[in-house]
């Protein structure tokens, strides 16, 4: 038998029949660092902790329905913590305790409950570890395709966190696993691939376990120079490599060195080989499966020797050893060469009984390879039935070559789809990608279309104001202009009527009031005369005085209608432009003249905008104006009856926020009312400050 370890957290064995050569794999020996013994005392209160149980339910010399107790006592306290990464590693400890008392369906619902755990939590490590377990869980149960599966899952997590060590772990599962199937081809593949990236690592078990794989690998492929050099190179690293001491190394390897010598009936070298793997240390306590299988190679190449002196002690020792270890190939294989031993002593009833044995456990474990050996057995051991069994062979043997080249198919496919499947989920995010980047580079050239629109709104709203406000300097300045003119006037208006006063009046009066004074000491017609001729020079002089009294009062009012006559001549033009009827009332004892300019011109502008926007958008009948003045404010009051509009959710037009911005900047207030179908009356006030009453 050739053997070696690898696999999982745990090492695996592989097997070789001496006749047929079936590679089998199995697990055997548990975590490392899981293996520590516990005290056998009885548990107390104060020692029921996680830690004891874990130490308990790993204790071989405890009885196995304890150990399962703790093991589960362990589970429940675990299951009430909180999904950290604590819990998660106690959960994986509570797995590996299963494992090891070969409780397969426990250990499979505590790796079922780590997964989703492990989604929730993000947790890549846990999650290829997961798919690691669930290899070893279907490897044990000797179905290759779906250990290969899960192995080739973990691969992939592990590789994106760069885990090379695990990485290199799973890789020769897979190997085993294509071994076992005898894609040899595959295996040295994968094997390879593991020790390149056992090169980022300092890992020598997982380099010995890869070198010992393609020894067996090359014997199989009957390259046995090749087979003895890579052996050679296992033993090497065995020898002076740091492999751990309690993975016997060494002697798994003079294994399988003796193997292949007992493949080429070179009997008696493959006992040198079988008995100095014997010789090493603490074999038993360490592998005893190992132990079991040297018990066996060397009875069988005693058998080949014609040497029955320790037959069939040794094939009952090797037995004894698989049965408490609970491994089904290996008792097959011991039962086979028992019944051979007793064929050749002519006891045809014990052969063909282990034969019957081997062929029983062969089909409860489904293990088509230890079927055919064992109906090839059944048949030398009972010949009366040995056409029925004969023909059960070649039967079993064609589904058989069938089912090995679908299950090899079927390992390089599904290394081939989840290839596809990366490769097709690579370019649905390359494809999503190009996507988001097309959608991005359209939002952003839209953001940038809409930013110069806005910046050009911006600019032309800017320029409308600086327009505005230019117009509104021109409107002051000619204002200025024109009271500057209608003050030059007065002032040349006073200067005559000063001068006529002084020249023309205040001379007939000086002379007027002379001769009267003349007359005082006259008596008679004749100085009655005289004084009358002098008041009427004094009614004369009276009148002229009422003129120049009413010309100055005609220049005061002609400079407060300037305002009024702007107001009024816009009314008049507004007439012969908009379809509705326009009035407006005045109230003429308003002092205009006391009103600030500026304030003026911002009534005038705002009268403006309130007819543009009666023109384009009002569809009025009737527009009132009225100028007035009320509790010490000027106000204006804009009327009409048209459509109206829904202040609160319009949006508010430039117009409305020039006309509220121009009223603002004179300290007045603006008020709106208006609906659909309402109208829309805008009035307008200027507070005390801003006139003069």
């Known amino acids: 038998m050739y053997l070696l370890f690898t696999i999982f957290e745990t090492n695996t064995t592989i097997l070789k029949s001496k006749y047929l050569f079936i590679l089998i794999s199995v697990f055997y020996i548990s975590v490392t660092g899981c293996n520590k013994k516990a005290s056998l005392k009885k548990l107390s209160d104060d020692s029921d902790s996680l830690q004891t149980l874990f130490n308990l339910a790993n204790e071989d010399k405890i009885p196995y329905a304890k150990r399962h107790e703790y093991a589960e006592r362990a589970f429940s306290i675990i299951s009430k913590a909180d999904n950290d990464s604590i819990t998660r590693v106690n959960y994986f400890k509570v797995a590996n305790r299963f494992f090891n008392m070969n409780a397969m369906e426990d250990y499979r619902k ?28 279907f490897g044990k149960k000797f179905q290759s395709e779906k250990a290969y599966s899960y192995y080739f899952d973990a691969e992939k997590l592990y590789s994106v966190k760069k885990e090379y060590a695990k990485t290199a772990k799973v890789v020769l599962n897979k190997a085993i696993i294509q071994l076992n199937e005898k894609d040899f081809v595959g295996s040295e593949k994968s094997v390879f691939k593991a020790l390149k990236l056992l090169q980022k690592e300092n ?39 740091n492999v751990s001491v309690a993975m016997q190394a060494k002697a798994t390897t003079l294994n399988n060195l003796g193997a292949l010598y ?32 040297l018990k066996y190679n060397i009875g069988y190449s005693m058998f080949k020797l014609n040497d029955y002196s320790l037959l069939p002690k040794l094939y009952y020792d090797a037995l004894k050893i698989a049965d408490s270890l609970q491994f089904a190939p290996n008792i097959i294989a011991c039962n086979l060469n028992l019944s051979e031993f007793y064929l050749v002593q002519s006891d045809t009833s014990r052969a063909y009984d282990f034969a019957s044995k081997a062929y029983f456990l062969a089909k409860t474990n489904r293990i088509p390879k230890d079927i055919l ?60 990608k190009t996507l988001i980047y097309i959608a991005l580079g359209i939002i952003l050239i839209g953001v940038f279309i809409f930013v110069i629109r806005f910046q050009a709104a911006k600019n032309r709203e800017l320029r409308l104001v600086q327009e505005q406000q230019a117009a509104n300097e021109e409107i002051y300045r000619l204002m200025i202009t024109q009271q500057d003119k209608v003050e030059e006037t007065r002032q040349a208006e006073k200067r005559r009527i000063a001068q006529e006063i002084h020249d023309g009046v205040l001379g007939k009066l000086f002379g007027t009031r002379m001769h009267l004074g003349l007359l005082n000491d006259k008596e008679g017609n ?58 407006i009332t005045m109230d003429k004892t308003i002092e205009w003249t006391a009103v600030d300019s500026l304030a003026k011109i911002n009534l005038y502008r705002i009268l403006q905008e309130a007819f543009q926007n009666v023109n384009k958008h009002a569809q009025a009948n009737q527009v009132n104006v009225v100028f007035d003045k009320t509790e010490g404010q000027v106000r204006l009051v804009i009327q009409d009856d048209g459509v109206g509009f829904n202040y609160t959710k319009k949006k508010k037009g430039i117009g409305m926020l020039n006309m509220r911005s121009r009223i603002s900047s004179s300290g007045g207030s603006m008020d709106v009312i208006t609906g659909l179908g309402q109208g829309t009356l805008l009035e307008f006030t200027l507070p005390m400050e801003d006139v003069v009453v």
């Open 110 to 137: 505590t790796v079922d409950i780590i997964i989703p755990k492990a989604n929730q939590a993000k947790d890549t490590l846990s999650l290829a570890k997961s798919n690691e377990y669930l290899g070893d869980y």
């Open 203 to 241: 890992d020598e078990d997982l380099r010995y376990q890869g070198t010992n794989i393609l020894g067996i690998i090359y014997d199989e492929l009957a390259e046995y120079r090749k087979s003895i050099e890579y052996y050679n190179k296992a033993l090497q690293i065995a020898s002076t490599g």
């Open 262 to 293: 007992q493949k080429e009936h070179k009997y008696k070298e493959a006992l040198g080989y079988f008995n100095q793997s014997l010789q090493q240390e603490h074999l038993y306590e360490d592998n005893p499966l190992l132990y079991g299988n």
């Open 373 to 432: 050996t064992s109906l090839k057995q059944l048949a030398l051991s009972n010949p009366k039935k040995k056409s029925d069994y004969s023909e059960q062979y070649i039967k079993i043997t064609d589904s058989l070559q069938l089912a090995e080249r679908q299950i090899r198919n079927k390992l390089g496919r599904i290394e081939y789809e989840t290839d596809q499947l990366v490769t097709e989920k690579a370019n649905l995010v390359e494809q999503r």
């Open 526 to 583: 004749d100085a009655k005369m005289e004084r009358v001729v002098y008041i009427d020079e004094l009614k004369t002089l009276e009148q002229e005085l009422r003129e120049i009294s009413h010309d100055l009062n005609s220049e005061k009012q002609a400079v407060a209608n300037n305002f009024v006559q702007m107001v009024m001549h816009f009314i008049d033009t507004q007439r012969t432009v908009c379809k509705a009827e326009i009035t």
